[in-house]
């Protein structure tokens, strides 16, 4: 391995540790102060000015045989190859006389899709993370393994911009010619995770398999279902349930033998985490676990979840096989059931509606939720937020690409589709409430055994969706946004206004056949 290592140009490193096991790496992770223990053994790292992920700084290499492919824009910038590769000559430079952490994994729990990733870091602790959230291989499997894609995560260097030609000392540049990526200056794992995700969001659709930014279970009868949602929408909180077994939490291929995760394990958000509500993550940060930037009482070493003074964006990596019902490997069959969540904080959008296919592909496109940024510093009004295919940032080729794979999907296994609003009811952010995450789990239930599809259904004349008249343990009358509101003409003026909002977003979706723009809600 040394003399690979040197290959890449990292001369006379300090040592190199080849997929050490997570209690080594949490070793070596105290060793070198990178973090502490918690009193249920997780390791607690802060990730300084990165806490999430940096989209202005992410760019693609612009090379012949990619060029015509990629969806050039804001998401997928372009840098040249000569940039691109004097950041790479440097940032190897950098790493000579360091200590080096390798992963070799799997990208893709089916072996026939699977892309073999070796990730390369300067920290132990983001090479223990990275250990615990791709599929790990077998003893036999790393003997005779080979890097499909190459990761270098290396957070103390620092790039240059006026130099470099980058936006600031952080940059995330994929290059599909070299079949590598490199990370620099930043500690937030998750640019990591997200970097392979986006590789396999261009590698896949090549081989007729559908990639999607979603989390995924399986029923005792082998119905498997899936959930599209950006994140606080609780995808990760609603796919794991104690009735079902989880196939991943986030990112899944559709082929044509039905959906596999990529991952080996979760990234769950811990913003408020409470061992009522979501008791399987909770339980789940143990010693293994990577856990970012929660605050925790250095006497007890107890984690204060609701602390948000780092960040909203607190986060545990843990591997799946921490869910005490996680499907091994993760496979399942074609799903019965899709669901799109959004964490509506306008309060206007029904709790659940079916959606038929062209309903489905224009709220796939939207990618709809809200956010309500900047909290802390006293700023209420929520923000729509529209992320095409609920996964824009990760998306290299045009979205067309991914609508189509899922209509054709929806359409040929037959899938009821379904939008479920995880936020709020009775009235906008501050004045109504936040739906009930009983009433939630109930709506999601009703979806995934069928009893939405034995009642009847109205349409709503804003948005166009179909609203179940009933819903088991669910109460009638919240099912209908606008009749939970005290002020009726309020609601009407709201939901008219996101009405609106969808309409002026869809626009920017040229070519898009009409039959999906009237799928649409009504302005």
Not at 51 to 71: A, M, N, Q, Y
Request: aromatic residues 10%; glycine residues 8%; charged residues 25%.
């Amino acid at each position: 391995m040394e003399k690979y290592v040197e290959s890449l140009g990292i001369i006379a490193p300090k040592a190199v540790y080849h997929n050490l096991s997570p209690a080594k790496l949490v070793e070596k992770a105290l060793e070198r102060k990178e973090g502490k223990l918690t009193a249920t053994g997780a390791l607690l790292v802060t990730t300084g000015k990165y806490t999430g992920r940096s989209p202005d700084d992410r760019f693609v290499v612009d090379v012949p045989c990619v060029h015509d492919d990629i969806d050039w824009g804001k998401v997928n910038m372009p840098i040249s190859r000569e940039k691109a590769d004097a950041i790479y000559n440097r940032i190897v430079s950098y790493l000579q006389g360091r200590e080096i952490f390798i992963f070799d994994g799997f990208a893709g729990a089916d072996p026939h899709y699977a892309l073999s990733v070796r990730v390369i870091n300067e920290l132990a602790s983001q090479n223990l993370f990275i250990h615990q959230l791709l599929v790990r291989p077998t003893k036999e499997q790393l003997e005779s393994f080979e890097p499909g894609f190459t990761i270098i995560a290396a957070p103390g260097f620092k790039c240059i911009p006026e130099v470099d030609g980058v936006n600031s000392e952080a940059a995330i540049i994929v290059d599909f010619e070299k079949k590598r990526v490199i990370i620099a200056g930043s500690r937030y794992a998750g640019e990591i995770k997200k970097s392979i995700f986006s590789v396999m969001n261009y590698l896949l659709p090549k081989r007729n398999v559908f990639p999607m930014h979603c989390s995924a279970n399986i029923g005792a009868d082998g119905d498997s279902a899936l959930f599209f949602g950006l994140s606080g929408t609780g995808k990760t909180t609603l796919s794991a349930d104690p009735n079902r077994m989880l196939i991943g939490d986030d990112e899944h291929g559709w082929s044509a033998d039905g959906v596999f995760n990529f991952e080996g394990g979760c990234y769950a958000k811990c913003i408020n985490l409470s061992r009522e509500n979501e008791p399987q993550i909770w339980n789940a940060i143990k010693f293994g676990t990577l856990v970012e930037n929660v605050i925790m009482d250095d006497e007890t070493g107890e984690l204060d979840y609701s602390d948000s003074s780092l960040t909203e964006n607190t986060r545990a990596g843990y591997p799946v096989t921490y869910i005490p019902n996680c499907a091994i490997p993760g496979i399942g069959s074609h799903p019965k059931t899709v669901i799109f969540l959004t964490a509506d904080a306008f309060g206007v959008l029904p709790p659940v509606a079916k959606l038929d296919k062209n309903m489905a592909m224009y709220h796939f496109v939207s990618g709809y939720t809200s956010k309500l940024a900047g909290t802390e510093r006293g700023i209420k009004e929520p923000q729509t937020t529209f992320s095409t295919c609920f996964g824009a940032p990760f998306l290299p080729l045009h979205p067309s690409v991914y609508a189509q794979m899922l209509g054709e999907r929806i359409e040929e296994h037959n899938a009821n589709v379904y939008l479920i609003n995880t936020g709020w009811s009775g009235g906008p952010y501050g004045v109504g409430k936040r739906m009930s995450l009983k009433y939630t789990r109930a709506m999601v239930t009703a979806a995934l055994t069928g009893a939405l599809e034995k009642g009847e259904f109205t349409l709503d004349p804003i948005f166009n969706v179909m609203i179940p008249k009933t819903c088991p343990n669910v109460p009638d009358e919240i099912l209908n946004p606008r009749e939970v509101w005290a002020d009726k003409a309020a609601y009407d003026k709201q939901a008219k206004d996101l009405a609106k909002r969808f309409v002026e977003n869809f626009k920017k979706y040229d070519n898009m056949p009409q039959h999906i723009i009237d799928a649409g809600p009504k302005a």
